[in-house]
């Protein structure tokens, strides 16, 4: 869904239908649309018709679809590209797979990503499977990039005003991706960067500007806020159904609660 689409010969294509990537009326129109044609159709069709529990957690137009048993995740494959077709959409091929994600499922459970997420199992320190989650690795080379092109972009700025704008894209970096079980992907990402904007930091005179030290010298001056984590710890669990595919465990682990979900699709 992209407008306004600079092509590699520099020519830009408007296209007549679609909405703008990013755009503020992108996630609203998909949560109109998608209430329809997957949302209703899910609950009142396809559930019904699973022998196993069944669930489709949705933001906009990214989805997670969890089921009982195999089979059904493999009919629901074809039922979804069906109903799709019947309003002119279409899934994504490369954000499209099944995979098996079980608390049974041990070595064969695959690893998914969702909302810049990738969520796998791993067992705790008394052995228990654990869904755990960690920034995606594509989403973080992303970050990255974005990062580099706009410390390139700004270096030239005053520099308060471009310390001011780091504290805030630091601080809404960790609001996000700070959950439990994701402080290493946090520490990679602000080792990355940190460096990057050294580099670019020393770009702006023809003699370098900090030297290591007086680089985390500046750091400190400006209070840039370094990886924390956010989530809030509940002390009690919440208490959930031990059924091999509970909604609510799908959405406690997808929306920062201690369990699990089962196989995707």
């Known amino acids: 869904m992209a407008q306004g689409r600079?092509?590699?010969d520099g020519q830009i294509v408007n296209p007549v239908t679609g909405t703008p990537q990013g755009g503020s009326v992108s996630p609203v129109l998909a949560n109109v649309y998608l209430h329809y044609v997957l949302d209703l159709w899910f609950e009142h069709k396809v559930r019904k018709a699973n022998h196993g529990q069944s669930y489709v957690i949705r933001y906009a137009d990214d989805f997670v679809c969890g089921f009982a048993y195999r089979h059904e995740a493999e009919r629901f494959v074809g039922q979804l590209q069906e109903r799709l077709k019947k309003f002119g959409l279409e899934t994504a091929p490369d954000k499209?797979?099944?995979?098996?994600?079980?608390?049974?499922?041990?070595?064969?459970?695959?690893?998914?990503?969702?909302?810049?997420?990738?969520?796998?199992?791993?067992?705790?320190?008394?052995?228990?499977?654990?869904?755990?989650?960690?920034?995606?690795?594509?989403?973080?080379?992303?970050?990255?990039?974005?990062?580099?092109?706009?410390?390139?972009?700004?270096?030239?700025?005053?520099?308060?005003?471009?310390?001011?704008?780091?504290?805030?894209?630091?601080?809404?970096?960790?609001?996000?991706?700070?959950?439990?079980?994701?402080?290493?992907?946090?520490?990679?990402?602000?080792?990355?960067?940190?460096?990057?904007?050294?580099?670019?930091?020393?770009?702006?005179?023809?003699?370098?500007?900090?030297?290591?030290?007086?680089?985390?010298?500046?750091?400190?001056?400006?209070?840039?806020?370094?990886?924390?984590?956010?989530?809030?710890?509940?002390?009690e669990p919440v208490p959930i159904r031990r059924d091999p595919v509970g909604v609510e465990a799908a959405l406690d682990v997808l929306f920062g609660r201690n369990n699990h979900p089962p196989s995707r699709a």
Not at 210 to 228: K, M, V
């Open 96 to 235: 499209t797979r099944m995979v098996r994600f079980g608390r049974n499922g041990g070595v064969h459970n695959g690893r998914f990503d969702f909302l810049g997420f990738e969520f796998y199992w791993r067992l705790s320190r008394r052995g228990r499977p654990l869904v755990q989650r960690r920034t995606a690795r594509g989403r973080m080379r992303k970050s990255v990039a974005v990062f580099t092109e706009w410390i390139r972009r700004s270096r030239h700025r005053k520099l308060p005003e471009t310390m001011q704008t780091l504290a805030r894209k630091y601080r809404g970096y960790w609001n996000y991706y700070g959950v439990r079980g994701n402080f290493k992907s946090l520490g990679q990402f602000f080792q990355q960067t940190r460096r990057i904007l050294h580099k670019w930091l020393n770009r702006r005179s023809q003699r370098k500007s900090y030297t290591a030290l007086g680089f985390e010298r500046l750091l400190r001056r400006f209070q840039i806020p370094h990886p924390r984590i956010v989530e809030i710890v509940e002390k």
């Open 6 to 8: 600079l092509e590699e």
